[in-house]
């Protein structure tokens, strides 16, 4: 593992060892490029997406399904 320290996303706690690394997600930026979510290989199946983005996603969803008047 070359570069930037990695930090899990679950505990906050530095991720030393290369081995036990997982690429969780990758976060969507607003005016560029987003970044990876990494967690510890014990803690990829406890992430869970940010509600707030859930919650714009799905209104966005919603309102293509079913659009208003025109």
Same mark, same amino acid.
């Given at each position: 593992?070359?570069?930037?320290?990695?930090?899990?996303?679950?505990?906050?706690?530095p991720i030393t060892n290369?081995?036990?690394?997982?690429l969780d997600a990758q976060?969507?930026?607003?005016?560029?490029?987003?970044?990876?979510?990494? @967690?510890? /290989? !014990?803690? *990829?199946?406890?992430?869970?997406p940010h509600p707030v @983005?859930? /919650? !714009?996603? *799905?209104?966005?969803?919603?309102?293509?399904?079913?659009?208003?008047?025109?």
């Amino acid at each position: 593992m070359t570069g930037a320290a990695r930090v899990c996303r679950h505990c906050d706690q530095p991720i030393t060892n290369p081995e036990d690394v997982v690429l969780d997600a990758q976060d969507v930026g607003n005016s560029g490029p987003g970044w990876n979510v990494w @967690a510890h /290989r !014990a803690h *990829a199946d406890r992430i869970k997406p940010h509600p707030v @983005a859930v /919650r !714009a996603t *799905a209104r966005i969803l919603l309102a293509r399904a079913f659009p208003r008047g025109g």
